[in-house]
């Protein structure tokens, strides 16, 4: 069973400080200290472990050190940043586990760019030595990349040209969609198993400025101060277009964030993220808000998350004093957790039933707090933190039904969870309170990887229906929530058990490649960004090019590296 949870003092690879403003996210990858047996970690090289220990120094830099507003990552190894994923690991992988590895890494990346979009801080790729594969995919993913000029470091994407695969945290869409590098030059590069060193790569774009040996930590440290003084009377706030109903992140993905004062933070301490406290069972999890119960001989898990207690505080220092334990940000760890432990641990568990157990008004209540006090550093964080692990269960490869019956609080933030299942079903039972609602949160605060709403991509044909439910004061019961096309089917009390039980096993029956590829395609109507470029495209042709001969067959290229024999490949194209 692989753990997700993780914390400095346990860090194995990463060696994370903190100096004032300014957070250093040393890589120093131990060769031996892998998930698995059969490779070693060698030129820093990484696994999953070494990528779970990145996604939480990232969170903790946003949570516990909010004062911080440079981000510096390099590596303690001489002449070497990064040599990208472990070959080794991916060639003895199972298919699953490869593609589950390349979206979790992905999520990674666009953790550090939500950070610098929405929280304002810049992140630095030091590279300080050569940098391929997954580490220059890493670099691309900061603000600025700066290369060391040495003779022989470089920055490389080798593997299309040395393994037959592509590069799977999308270095391809972020060369054109993000540092807007010339297609034919994308191209060469791309091709290029050896890369391009400091002139060229500047040349090219594909870094901003690289630095002599002699002079490069003090170059380094001088790009640093210079960020740090330019933002000391400053912290970024949400761009208002994030708040403004009918609008998300632009068309290229990015949502630039004005500076302006904003309460807390600064030189304010974080709160610490404690360890979650969870109860693995032979047949499911069970945290103090999110329960789990897999069943595994039927291949689907019923989810319960559980809603807030009733009057939670509503200032910015109360909710500080709370800290980690305020439900908002302690029931979306712990739905974070669940999903990670779904996706990699439990793989032939095809279905999740969503269910929420609460009232209503608290969950409205607590959304009413996060809006009021949005410009706090803290509650700003925490409403980011619940649109990625949205996101995450919109990019997560099961089936999502949502069940809505007596004493379910699908309202607010919890209604996100119902609009970003595949189906809906709510039980008409004119006898028993059943509603779902909705709050301010669900105008724009929580967009979808394509930058719109759960609602806009659910209405793309009547946008006008998207104000009409927006507009409404009262919560939806069935009759209503089925009229304005919030759920999808509302079968009586006669019928509620038969109806969710067949639609559990006819959708457990069908095939989950041909579901995965079903889901990824309805899931994101509407414009593309670069994280659907990623997720939809990427995702997509790694997947297929994961399981081609060229790739893993005998005779393929990932199979064969660092064999004395070389890849045959059939030229067929496909």
């Known amino acids: 069973m692989i753990n997700f949870q993780t914390s400095p003092d346990q860090y194995h690879h990463w060696k994370l400080s903190i100096e004032g403003a300014v957070a250093n996210l040393s890589m120093d990858v131990q060769e031996d200290e892998t998930l698995a047996e059969g490779y070693k970690l060698k030129l820093n090289s990484y696994d999953l472990g070494v990528d779970i220990e990145l996604a939480d120094a990232v969170q903790r830099i946003r949570f516990e050190h909010p004062q911080v507003k440079v981000v510096v990552i390099t590596s303690l190894k001489p002449r070497i940043f990064c040599a990208g994923a472990n070959i080794y690991m991916l060639g003895t992988s199972s298919h699953a586990f490869k593609v589950n590895f390349c979206k979790f890494t992905n999520e990674t990346r666009c953790a550090i760019e939500d950070d610098s979009r929405h929280s304002g801080r810049r992140y630095i790729a030091a590279l300080n030595g050569t940098a391929s594969g997954g580490g220059y995919e890493l670099a691309i993913a900061c603000d600025e990349i700066y290369l060391v000029d040495d003779g022989n470091s470089a920055v490389s994407l080798p593997e299309v040209p040395l393994l037959g695969v592509l590069p799977g945290t999308g270095g391809l869409t972020r060369l054109v969609d993000k540092r807007k ?240 299942s595949d189906r809906s079903y709510m039980l008409n039972n004119p006898d028993e309170k059943i509603d779902v609602a909705l709050s301010e949160l669900n105008h724009g605060a929580l967009p979808m990887s394509n930058g719109l709403t759960r609602l806009q991509s659910r209405f793309l044909a009547t946008p006008g229906k998207v104000d009409e439910i927006l507009a409404a004061v009262d919560p939806f019961d069935t009759k209503a929530a089925e009229e304005v096309g919030l759920i999808t089917f509302a079968p009586d009390d006669l019928d509620w058990e038969d109806e969710i039980r067949v639609a559990i096993e006819e959708r457990t029956s069908l095939s989950p490649d041909a579901l995965t590829g079903m889901e990824a395609s309805l899931r994101f109507a509407g414009p593309e960004t670069m994280d659907t470029k990623i997720y939809g495209r990427l995702t997509a042709w790694q997947n297929w090019i994961f399981q081609r001969p060229n790739a893993v067959g005998e005779k393929g290229a990932l199979t064969n590296y660092g064999k004395p024999t070389q890849a045959q490949f059939d030229f067929k194209r496909t």
């Open 181 to 420: 590098i010339r297609r034919d030059r994308a191209d060469v590069f791309s091709t290029l198993a050896e890369g391009l060193k400091g002139k060229r790569a500047k040349e090219w774009g594909l870094i901003d400025d690289s630095f002599p040996t002699s002079k490069f930590q003090e170059s380094i440290d001088a790009r640093v101060q210079e960020i740090v003084d330019s933002r000391s009377d400053v912290h970024p706030s949400f761009p208002s277009p994030f708040w403004e109903r009918g609008q998300g992140r632009g068309p290229d993905g990015t949502n630039p964030s004005p500076f302006v004062p904003l309460q807390g933070g600064g030189e304010k301490s974080g709160i610490k993220l404690n360890p979650l406290q969870v109860e693995i069972k032979p047949a499911g999890l069970d945290y103090k808000y999110v329960n789990a119960v897999f069943n595994r001989e039927q291949r689907y898990a019923d989810l319960t998350v559980h809603g807030p207690e009733t009057n939670l505080p509503t200032t910015p220092d109360e909710i500080e004093k709370l800290g980690d334990s305020y439900w908002p940000l302690k029931v979306y760890r712990e739905l974070d957790d669940a999903l990670l432990y779904l996706r990699v641990n439990e793989p032939e568990i095809g279905l999740v039933c969503l269910r929420t157990e609460g009232n209503i008004d608290d969950v409205l209540a607590v959304d009413k707090t996060l809006i009021a006090n949005k410009d706090n550093w803290l509650v700003r964080e925490i409403i980011l933190y619940m649109a990625r692990v949205l996101r995450r269960l919109d990019l997560t490869a099961k089936s999502f039904f949502a069940i809505v019956e007596p004493g379910s609080c699908f309202a607010g933030n919890l209604l996100e969870l119902m609009l970003a």
